[in-house]
């Protein structure tokens, strides 16, 4: 045990370390105070109080709008217009930082009118850069945009380039692209931001562009980058005893784990982050860390404890008079409430949340409180105030944002609105408007998962020509050394020995280089499956939402048609007749098509009852009687999904070929599972196959290549008009397990 005299030494070494962290966010704001009360020079005086204005707390915001304001009184006496120019400046920094957009836009703004017509350029790219952030805040993304356009185009014509200056503008260009739903273009601008802000040594502006950074990579789902970056920030904060900037990091990592579904991760962090607000008393992000727990819980459907959540983040908000953070919990809660059916409850939040954003000039964001609460109002049956609502959410999407999922959702709202009331025309207005957005952002989508796949090939094949080049490097070494140390051999045993070692280098290089072949082949074929899978994937989601909408068209086609019946009876009967079959061939069309892309059993239920649902498909057409026999697949969950579907794909091919070459009447399927692999037998009593190999048709070369991926074999078997037997044995693939 400790004795006491060594407990105290390690209690004052404690105090002493404490006192010395508090000191060092002191010791600049401490040092410009002397140096403002020592200095005579009123000019340099009053550039120094606007530096002082920038480093005071929040909580002292009065001392740094009074540095402000005799610095401006100063450089509004001697006619110094630059010097007026960066006081307004100052003062939209300091409203902007105190949550006060809209002033702070205009204190920008009567900045960049001073410095374009002082031709102040570097004052001028300042000014518009912030009044971007501004307008950014707001909702403003196009105005946003264009400034930053200047902003940027300003900046990169100045000499020298300040590139912290233009790692910022890029950082906010990026993170203006997010907002507007363009992932790629935000990722072009943050690397942009990256490489302007490395070698800095504002360590700030540093934490802001990695966090941005991660967001951004985990906005594109490439999680495992995302969560490396945000880690880069946590070490960077380390290093520095940055409190303040891992209690971001911490929320941030949280959000990344919430988003790739690692919801007990995204706690472990967000407890984290609270936890250090808490010794900050940094209400802000308390308040979002508890509403970004609650989303979490309400994921997990464990809504027992998320009011207290919400209720506390509010109260968290308002300690600090944050407005925004207010409307953003009481948004959140009353959309929680909403999804509980607590419908009064929800619209008491959710009107606040709307009033508070209308109030900070938030538009869009006020424009989607508006759209929950006439989606309340519709779950009600309030359909004249579901209307009014969601028109007037509409309407502040004008001449803004438009490729936006809020408004597809409030599109999606409108249509079942007026479908109910039986306004038919404005119902395929809004079902056009929700699908041509949809496709848009449907394209979006495909983008991301292209740049992907392009990343994942490109990762590939620079890890392979390194590997390559790794063995030529080691080869000349090889023969370096040998070349060395035969030397003191003698010549007829230097000649016999390099001959010989030549010879085994050359073939362990080939060898190797076979391997490495080899291994690369497989990883591209695998990359190519994965990719024609998921492109599958997507062309079966893609008619299926598209023809859907057809299919809804159509319908309401239908109800105007029952409409029009009275009027010319005849010949709407037969438009309704032949509307009708053609809904019937579109229906059947899709649901062919979009089971023979991705069988949808196989998706929702499993590897055996999709096969036994393919076997009924065949049985119900009564020409061809298939008599199924399982041994296991009771459990395939950890099976790998390639594996179950490549599975499912013989079967299905092997049947289609039966089918179409055999004429049999009976088919015997028997699968059987092993302990580490799957056989499959199929026998049929059909005409049998030529013993051909020159013949070999499409069906089989598919059936031969599909074994062959999964390292399988293959017995085929059949004499002409004495039947067919296939017989395929596959070790069977587990799903990898993911720490």
């Known amino acids: 045990m400790l004795d006491i005299s060594t407990w105290i030494k390690s209690l004052l070494f404690l105090i002493t370390v404490l006192f010395g962290l508090s000191g060092i966010g002191q010791s600049k704001l401490d040092s410009l105070s002397q140096e403002i009360n020592s200095e005579i020079n009123t000019s340099k005086k009053a550039k120094l109080l606007l530096e002082r204005a920038l480093l005071y707390d929040k909580s002292e915001s009065n001392k740094a709008f009074k540095d402000i304001e005799e610095a401006l009184e100063f450089y509004r006496n001697t006619g110094n217009k630059e010097g007026e120019v960066d006081s307004y400046i100052a003062y939209g920094n300091l409203h902007f930082w105190n949550r006060n957009p809209p002033k702070a836009a205009h204190f920008d703004s009567l900045a960049t009118a001073l410095a374009e017509k002082i031709s102040y350029k570097k004052g001028r790219a300042t000014a518009v850069g912030n009044l971007a952030r501004e307008f950014i805040t707001t909702g403003n993304f196009k105005i946003a945009d264009s400034l930053l356009i200047i902003a940027i185009n300003i900046e990169e014509n100045l000499s020298p380039l300040d590139r912290d200056r233009l790692a910022e503008l890029y950082n906010r260009t990026s993170i203006l692209k997010s907002k507007r739903g363009d992932n790629l273009e935000s990722l072009l601008a943050i690397e942009k931001a990256a490489d302007f802000a490395e070698g800095s040594t504002d360590n700030i502006l540093l934490s802001n ?50 988003n790739a579904g690692e919801y007990e991760k995204a706690l472990m962090y967000y407890n984290k982050s609270l936890a250090i607000g808490k010794r900050l008393n940094e209400y802000k992000s308390m308040g979002l860390t508890l509403v970004n727990m609650a989303t979490v819980y309400s994921a997990l459907e464990e809504f027992s404890g998320i009011d207290t959540l919400y209720i506390q983040g509010i109260k968290y908000f308002e300690e600090i008079s944050d407005l925004g953070g207010i409307a953003f919990a009481n948004h959140n809660y009353g959309n929680s409430l909403v999804v509980r059916k607590n419908y009064i409850k929800a619209d008491t939040f959710l009107l606040k949340a709307y009033k508070l954003r209308k109030q900070i000039g938030a538009e869009l964001a006020a424009a989607s409180s508006q759209s929950i609460l006439g989606k309340s109002a519709f779950e009600q049956n309030k359909l004249k105030e579901a209307e009014t609502h969601l028109l007037a959410a509409e309407t502040a ?40 957005l949809e496709r848009t952002l449907f394209t979006e989508n495909e983008k991301v998962n292209t740049l992907k796949t392009e990343t994942t090939y490109l990762l590939e094949k620079r890890d392979m020509e390194m590997a390559l080049q790794n063995k030529k490097q080691q080869l000349v070494r090889d023969r370096m050394i040998f070349g060395g140390g035969s030397v003191v051999l003698i010549l007829l045993l230097i000649s016999l020995s390099l001959w010989q070692r030549r010879k085994q280098l050359k073939e362990r290089h080939q060898s190797q280089i076979i391997t490495l072949d080899q291994q690369h082949r497989l990883t591209l074929t695998r990359s190519l499956k994965n990719a024609e899978q998921e492109e599958r994937k997507k062309i079966a989601h893609k008619l299926h939402d598209e023809t859907g909408a057809m299919l809804s068209i159509a319908l309401l086609n239908l109800k105007q048609f029952k409409n029009d019946l009275g009027v010319i009876q005849s ?62 697949l009771e459990n395939t969950n950890d099976w790998s999904e390639e594996f179950c579907l490549t599975v499912y794909r013989i079967v299905q091919e092997v049947m289609n070929n039966i089918i179409k070459h055999a004429q049999a009447s009976h088919v015997l399927l028997q699968i059987v599972e092993l302990e580490d692999s799957v056989t499959i037998y199929i026998e049929d009593n059909g005409t049998g196959i030529k013993q051909d190999i020159e013949q070999e048709g499409t069906g089989l070369r598919m059936l031969k290549s599909n074994v062959a991926y999964l390292n399988g074999t293959l017995e085929i078997n059949g004499n002409q008009n004495s039947g067919t037997f296939i017989l395929a044995e596959l070790p069977i693939e587990k799903k990898e397990i993911t720490n």
């Open 571 to 632: 010949k709407v009967e037969d438009k309704l007749t032949t509307t009708q079959k053609l809904l019937g061939e579109i229906s059947e069309n899709v649901r062919s098509i979009s089971h023979t892309l991705m069988p949808v059993a196989l998706e929702k239920y499993g590897l055996k009852p999709a096969i036994h649902d393919l076997v009924s498909a065949v049985n119900t057409s009564e020409k061809l009687k298939v008599e199924e026999i399982f041994e296991g």
């Open 209 to 258: 562009v990695y966090i941005n950074y991660a967001n951004t990579l985990s906005r594109l789902t490439r999680f495992d980058e995302a969560v490396k970056m945000h880690f880069k920030v946590i070490r960077l904060n380390e290093k520095l005893n940055n409190e303040n900037g891992l209690m971001r990091a911490y929320n941030n990592l949280g959000i990344a784990f919430k």
């Open 397 to 436: 999407f004008y001449g803004k944002n438009r490729e936006d999922r809020n408004l597809k959702e409030l599109y999606g709202l409108l249509k079942e609105l007026y479908t109910k009331k039986g306004n038919f025309e404005k119902a395929l207005y809004y079902q056009t408007n929700e699908l041509d």
